[in-house]
């Protein structure tokens, strides 16, 4: 495999941004934002702050763009980090389909989330046949499936602070549209 073969397609953007990004923020402090924030994204929900959940949750989802394009741009790949990483991915996608997805279209949202749930469990079973956190990794259809999920939460945050219908259609299209993405990442062992 070639040295440019193993960077993700957007980390070439991420590339661009690399000199301004100060040595010192490894990818882990990132994911670890991520999970740690995540709860006060959904918090925020609760409490009918959706304003202050969607700038968090667009800082959130920023950072699972950069987290993993440092890593690979810089070297600094960790084994906490392939664990992490996807964790702090569910648990941001999650909230949202739960408290706001489950509200709208309960079948798609359980849909999601027993997928969601199989991708844990094969990257469990993976871990467990091969004792190796390498062999667990995303995908390009998982990438996407991820980007896709983000785009259709951070609607449906905006459709109940504008208060327009055809943003809460507009992110249940893009969810159904994830599914097939997260089907076919299934499918090729991704996470």
Known sequence: MTEEAK????????KIFLPIIPNWLKPNYL???RLILS????ILLV???YRWALAIFIILALTDMFDGAIARLRNQITEWGKIWDPVADKLLIGFVIVLL??????ALGLLILLLEFFFVLGAIVRMIKSSDAAEIKANIWGKIKMILQCTAAGLLILSVIVRL???ESAAEIIFYIS?????MSLIKHGI
Not at 101 to 106: G, M, T, V
């Open 7 to 14: 960077f993700a397609q957007h980390d070439r953007l991420v």
């Open 31 to 33: 994911t670890f934002c």
């Open 39 to 42: 709860p006060i994204v959904a």
């Open 47 to 49: 409490a009918d702050y």
């Open 101 to 106: 997805l489950f509200e709208k279209n309960l």
């Open 165 to 167: 219908g055809f943003l």
């Open 179 to 183: 599914l097939g993405f997260a089907s």
